[in-house]
């Protein structure tokens, strides 16, 4: 695959390059999230102000992406920790934080379901 990828013109990044990558890549999320935000508040707002059905796309990929994000991070942290005592120490700790995440988004839908029923 390599030699396959090397005919065509690709090679292997530097340090430099990474680092290039991985800020435009950063870049560009928070452009997603930024605008994704914008989009989720004006269908908000136009639905409490004017009635209209709300659009639930730009909820779904703000979460979806914010899924991806923490789920790629805590599998790469585990990759890289694995078999060390600051690994046993981070999944500790992420147990309890994902636990209280859990709990937290029970009861924020607990919480919205019973206003929505009011």
């Known amino acids: 695959m390599k030699k396959w990828m090397k005919k065509l013109g690709f090679q292997e990044m530097d340090e430099m390059q990474r680092l290039i990558a991985l800020k435009a890549q950063r870049n560009a999320l928070i452009y997603a999230v930024l605008f994704l ?9 136009r639905t409490l102000r004017y009635e209209t059905e709300l659009d639930n796309i730009p909820g779904l990929l703000l979460s979806t992406i914010t899924l991806v994000l923490i789920g790629s991070q805590i599998y790469y942290q585990q990759k890289v920790l694995k078999g060390s005592e600051e690994g046993k120490v981070y999944t500790r700790s992420l147990t309890r934080t994902l636990i209280l995440g859990c709990l937290l988004g029970v009861g924020l839908a607990v919480v919205g379901t019973w206003l929505m029923l009011r």
């Not at 935000?37 to 707002?45: H, V």
């Open 37 to 45: 935000l914008a989009w989720e508040g004006w269908n908000l707002f």
